[in-house]
């Protein structure tokens, strides 16, 4: 087998997670590879949805900014050139603030941002093996166009999303089973809408047909959002939407809808001041276990004969939306859930609940613990939710990034160490987990010493992260 080359950190998955691991490990000094299945970058941000930092809980209830570093850098620079809108803080939603960008111009810094870094890149390569000696993992193998290849590494980070390479390399991991997981969704995007006529409807209809989804340390009573929602004068203000509930069951009871899946819209930027619409609830498969590929291939054929049947009803049912049309479909799907790796520290909800402090902490997070997608008309199931107490933040240690029983290893992104009710799959955390990593891996490196072994002093890692912008202390 070819050995394509070695390097001090082999990132595998070039999603969001990954490429903020990829940069952070880079400007940490590390040699540093960045090895994809397909041909570009992004992940959530700008291949599967949704793109554009939906939920970017850049700041808790309290209005205190509790995540910046990688995420907030990559806004920065496409806002100030052109390609993103200003972080939106709604005062009846804070706590789901947006910092939205033009996706495909996301993937374009990307690329930018790996050459700025000297990160190398290895695209169209599957990882189909690992390799390891004993229980220390030692780098993955690829197979491509130009065969099977080796690629070794002191440190490997699983950024997978799927947690890919810490299976293959013995690492213990929980998933659910088949039938309790998540739905899988395919985004799309439609642009010709008239939003105006979009607005007018909001305002008059607040009453019943939209989920304004306001925190609840925010205290808002339902008549006060009712009549907030009356005062918007800009789409902007609200940033996405849920709901038409009664045009959905108007269209069920016609047949003309489906019934694995609500209405909900995210407006999205495009150049010279273009907004589109991008729905991601509108298509929803259960029943789809994503290490599977053939329910990933069933996946894929439901959801687009699902994405069918919205584009119909948008046209016809929703108001704006009369002229609207097809602009994109994320060319493959969203997965919500799947493997969550063991590692030294399991967060749970009662560390969300609880507001707790970790002397590891690599990261923060807002994100209520027990809300579950579902695939029916409700998308959302609040049973059991927990959210941070007094409208506050919990921290994210360094210890659910490493697996346990296996050296040499981290994960970032969606298959960090939580329990089930805690599993905060959403594009703005694996940014936070993918950064600590890729830190973690270098310091790891020049240091000449294992992740497991870093958890007996993070004072570096946190130094450096702080240094990189990330928040780690002084909040609620």
């Given at each position: ?7 001090d ?50 700041f808790?209830?309290?209005k ?17 050139a ?33 050459e700025?870094n ?32 080796a ?37 799309f ?7 105006d ?20 340390y ?5 008549e ?18 849920m ?111 609880a ?50 029983k ?16 805690s ?19 270098g ?6 010493i ?14 450096i ?5 990330a ?6």
């Amino acid at each position: 087998m070819e050995l394509y080359g070695e390097y001090d950190v082999v990132v595998a998955g070039g999603g969001t997670s990954g490429v903020a691991a990829a940069i952070a490990s880079a400007r940490a000094g590390a040699k540093t590879i960045l090895v994809e299945r397909i041909g570009t970058l992004g992940g959530q941000m700008n291949v599967s949805g949704p793109p554009g930092f939906a939920y970017a809980y850049m700041f808790n209830p309290r209005k205190e900014k509790i995540i910046a570093g990688f995420m907030e850098e990559t806004h920065h620079r496409l806002l100030k050139a052109g390609h993103a809108l200003p972080l939106s803080l709604p005062d009846f939603r804070v706590g789901y603030d947006f910092a939205l960008v033009d996706p495909d111009y996301w993937g374009l810094l990307m690329f930018e941002m790996m050459e700025e870094n000297g990160v190398h890149l290895l695209l169209h390569s599957p990882i189909v093996d690992i390799v390891k000696n004993c229980d220390s993992i030692r780098g993955v193998v690829v197979e491509n166009v130009s065969g099977r290849m080796a690629v070794r590494g002191k440190v490997v980070i699983d950024c997978t999303g799927e947690g890919h390479v810490a299976a293959k390399a013995g690492a213990p991991y929980e998933q659910v089973s088949t039938e309790d997981l998540e739905p899988h969704t395919l985004s799309f995007t439609v642009d010709g809408v008239d939003w105006d006529k979009v607005l007018d409807y909001v305002r008059n209809n607040a009453a019943y047909e939209f989920n304004a989804m306001t925190h609840p340390y925010l205290g808002w009573t339902d008549e006060q959002i009712i009549e907030r929602i009356r005062q918007v004068k800009d789409i902007r203000e609200i940033t996405n939407f849920m709901g038409f509930y009664t045009l959905r069951d108007k269209a069920v009871a016609a047949g003309e809808y489906h019934k694995q899946g609500g209405v909900g819209f995210f407006i999205m930027p495009r150049d010279n001041g273009v907004i589109q619409a991008h729905f991601q609830h509108s298509s929803h498969i259960d029943n789809v276990d994503p290490t599977n590929v053939r329910d990933l291939t069933r996946c894929e054929i439901e959801c687009r004969k699902q994405v069918l049947v919205a584009l119909r009803f948008i046209k016809k049912y929703m108001p704006g939306f009369e002229k609207s049309y097809l602009t994109r479909i994320c060319s493959e799907l969203r997965i919500r859930e799947s493997r969550r790796i063991v590692g030294d520290y399991v967060l749970n909800r009662e560390d969300v609940g609880a507001c707790r402090r970790f002397k590891d902490v690599i990261g923060k997070s807002s994100f209520a613990s027990g809300a579950k997608h579902v695939a029916k008309q409700e998308t959302i199931s609040y049973d059991g939710i927990v959210y941070p107490a007094d409208g506050g933040s919990y921290d994210i240690p360094y210890r659910c990034l490493v697996p346990k029983k296996i050296e040499n290893l981290l994960v970032a992104g969606k298959a960090i160490s939580t329990d089930r009710d805690s599993y905060a799959r959403f594009l703005q955390l694996t940014m936070v987990t993918g950064q600590a990593a890729g830190v973690a891996a270098g310091v790891c490196v020049r240091r000449g010493i294992t992740p497991r072994q870093l958890e007996d002093d993070v004072s570096e890692l946190q130094e450096i992260l702080q240094k990189q912008g990330a928040i780690l202390f002084g909040t609620h």
